[in-house]
């Protein structure tokens, strides 16, 4: 029988625990520290919330309160367990894992050591930690990675919904348009292309009609609130090419029924700069001025502002080669990999939050051979994790979406 190096099961192996933290903190936005992580979070965590307002007093002996109340409320971290599980045949591991080790004409005498969690880590990690990303900023209902029941709304959308935010839409005629009529294979049709390219991503909202994306199979999920790469058709047509939340797996979008009406949404290089200075006169000056203060925009809105940079470049030899600066007016522009489409968020760090249990026992990775147990020749592995996020103060955050 084939010999295995087996590592702890739970977070206090050392090499799992590098998994189990990569997973779970090193996605994207943890990275470049766009959140605040908390760790060792069991079960609920309350982050207190003080605010209260300051006024300069007449001097006096006798001590006056300046008569406010500070005002208190509570957010919390909710953390949720979920998993990842998968079952290998252990002979097409081999051939896969394996075979490189092998001298030529050797793999029938080969019984080979494998390091099971060294194949997990370099087979799914990255995956995992870009399904994190996905979950922590658009929550379950976005992420098509996560199947498991408990509730995860994700950051922006409690945002959106927070009484409290800032936030603006799209609905302006330099950033929108009315569509009368989607067909069956998603051919738009608007008054006018003009201001729209090849690859730009727009979103659709205000759906009159049964129009479905099929892309995934089933009964499909309806286009409304979704965002798709264009190819631009005729003047007044474009069809929806990829749905952007398929822009890992490059699955051509298809679709059934119709709409005779929807609002079509959308930022790129006809108008991002427009909307970048709408944006920054619109930013409270205390929270933009703070060292961990960014704008942060999905990545075909990073594409669309270096093209706006390259085409209004006067006198610039290198325009359309040099690599061009994500920031606006001093502003930093933190570029969002796996985000929402046409959405711009401002939020300093130190008020968005990522709660995790690197310590605890719901984080986990192990991994089994079955053939001795099962008699199966097969090899199972399954990787706990737990996270939750959340904000602090609605009343700081900035957002503009369709």
């Known amino acids: ?66 008569g406010t109340t500070a005002h208190q409320t509570e957010s919390y971290l909710d953390p949720v367990v ?19 080790a092998l001298a030529p004409g050797a793999f029938g005498d080969y ?11 370099q087979r799914y990690l990255t995956k995992i930690q870009i399904a994190n ?3 922590y900023w658009l929550g379950k209902a976005a992420t098509k990675e996560a199947s498991f029941t408990a509730q995860f709304d994700g950051l922006l959308p409690s945002i959106a919904n927070a009484t409290g935010t800032y936030k603006v839409g799209l609905g302006k005629s330099a950033t929108s348009m009315s569509a009368t ?29 049964n129009s479905k994306d099929i892309t995934n199979g089933g009964a499909g999920i309806d286009i409304q609130g979704q965002s798709y790469f264009i190819q631009v058709l005729t003047a007044t047509t474009f069809k929806l090419v990829r749905n952007y939340n398929e822009i890992n797996t ?65 006198n610039v030899l290198n325009a359309f080669t040099d690599k061009k600066k994500m920031d606006y007016l001093g502003i930093p522009l933190q570029l969002m990999n796996h985000w929402q489409a046409n959405t711009i968020l401002g939020a300093r760090s130190s008020n968005l939050f990522l709660g ?12 089994v051979y079955m053939k001795p147990y099962t008699n199966d020749n097969v090899v199972r592995m399954k990787a706990r994790m737990k996270a939750a996020v959340n904000f602090k103060f609605a009343n700081e955050l900035f957002l503009l979406t369709a």
């Open 250 to 314: 490059r699955k051509a979008a298809q679709f059934t029924g119709t709409s005779s009406g929807a609002t079509i949404s959308y930022i790129n290089a006809s108008n991002v700069l427009g909307v970048l200075s709408s944006v920054f006169s619109q930013l409270d000056p205390a929270d933009r001025s703070q060292d961990d203060f960014n704008l942060q925009i999905p990545l075909h809105v990073g594409y669309a502002y270096a093209q706006a940079q390259a085409s209004q470049a006067t």
């Open 181 to 209: 009529a989607i067909n069956g294979s998603g051919v738009v049709t608007v008054a006018s292309t003009a201001t729209l390219s090849d690859g730009d991503v727009v979103t659709i909202t205000a759906v009159t009609g």
């Open 1 to 66: 029988m084939a010999q295995f190096t087996f590592t702890n099961n739970t977070y206090a192996g050392e090499a799992l625990a590098g998994f189990m933290a990569s997973t779970l903190l090193e996605a994207d936005s943890v990275k470049r520290g766009l959140l605040t992580v908390i760790n060792d979070v069991k079960s609920r965590k309350v982050i207190l919330d003080v605010d209260d307002d300051v006024k300069l007093q007449d001097p006096s002996g006798i001590f006056t309160d300046q």
């Open 111 to 121: 019984e080979g050591v494998v390091d099971l969690s060294d194949f997990m880590v």
């Open 133 to 135: 990303e996905r979950l």
């Open 356 to 367: 995790v249990d690197l310590l605890g026992d719901a984080s986990e990775l192990s991994t």
């Open 82 to 100: 979920y998993e990842f599980m998968k079952q290998e045949q252990w002979d097409k591991l081999a051939q896969s894992w394996e075979a490189q």
